[in-house]
């Protein structure tokens, strides 16, 4: 069977085996990830830091959190959680 359909035999084995534990072939359902680095209050709190600091870097948001109290992050994860709110940052500052 695994030779017919390009699968490994463990691959075989794991299907038969669920299927005897829960009685269906059926994917399992997802467990949803890893949770958020920033939740819902830090994410307003960055929301309005940067209403009132336009031409902050992606650094100085996260000096400006760390010093805030809040735990380090990178800046990846600053940029994701601004982009889901359409908010550009400079990822440099400016060269003189």
């Not at 059926?26 to 994410?43: C, E, N, V």
């Not at 010093?67 to 600053?78: D, I, K, S």
């Not at 994701?80 to 940052?89: D, G, N, S, T, Y």
């Amino acid at each position: 069977m695994a030779r017919r359909f390009g699968v490994s035999r463990s691959f075989v084995k794991d299907l038969l085996r669920q299927q005897a534990a829960t009685g269906s072939l059926a994917p399992k359902p997802a467990t949803g990830g890893r949770a958020r680095y920033l939740d819902a209050a830090a994410q307003a709190w960055l929301v309005a830091y940067v209403g009132q600091h336009a031409d902050a870097t992606l650094a100085e948001l996260n000096q400006a959190w760390q010093a805030q109290g809040g735990r380090p992050v990178g800046q990846t994860c600053l940029w994701q959680a601004l982009h889901e709110q359409h908010l550009r940052r400079k990822k440099k500052p400016p060269r003189h």
